[in-house]
């Protein structure tokens, strides 16, 4: 059975810093692709940040770019967010998907093309 697992959300400053994990089961990240979405209260989902199966290449969306940074551990099979210079705006539930297939499928600056989600971990940003 296909799992994902969102965990290290919380409360932090503004300025502050956050690890989140996306523990995969049921299938290896040697094969796909991992995306990271965020949808904040009133607001549609959004993709933050993407990492490809085949040659670990990376997207961020212009809203995170040089301020968060996603890596993967295949043989824990993994995948990390580090939030660094957090915003009241990057509050929200984080959660992680698989793509389809190996790469990521990146349209006008947004993520498609996921079939599994995880539940989300919800991540505050406030002084």
Not at 8 to 23: D, I, K, N, T
Not at 35 to 48: H, I
Not at 96 to 125: E, F, N
């Amino acid at each position: 059975q296909v799992q994902l697992v969102e965990s290290g959300g919380g409360l932090v400053q503004p300025g502050g810093s956050l690890r989140l994990s996306c523990a995969a089961s049921g299938f290896s990240l040697d094969y796909y692709a991992i995306g990271w979405f965020r949808q904040a209260p009133g607001k549609e989902r959004e993709g933050v940040s993407c990492i490809s199966s085949t040659d670990g290449s990376t997207w961020y969306s212009d809203s995170v770019k040089g301020r968060f940074t996603i890596s993967r551990d295949n043989a824990k099979n993994t995948v990390y967010l580090q939030m660094n210079s957090l915003k009241p705006e990057d509050t929200a539930v984080y959660y992680c998907a698989r793509d389809r297939a190996h790469s990521c499928w990146v349209v006008d600056g947004q993520l498609y093309g996921m079939d599994h989600w995880g539940k989300g971990t919800p991540v505050t940003v406030s002084s």
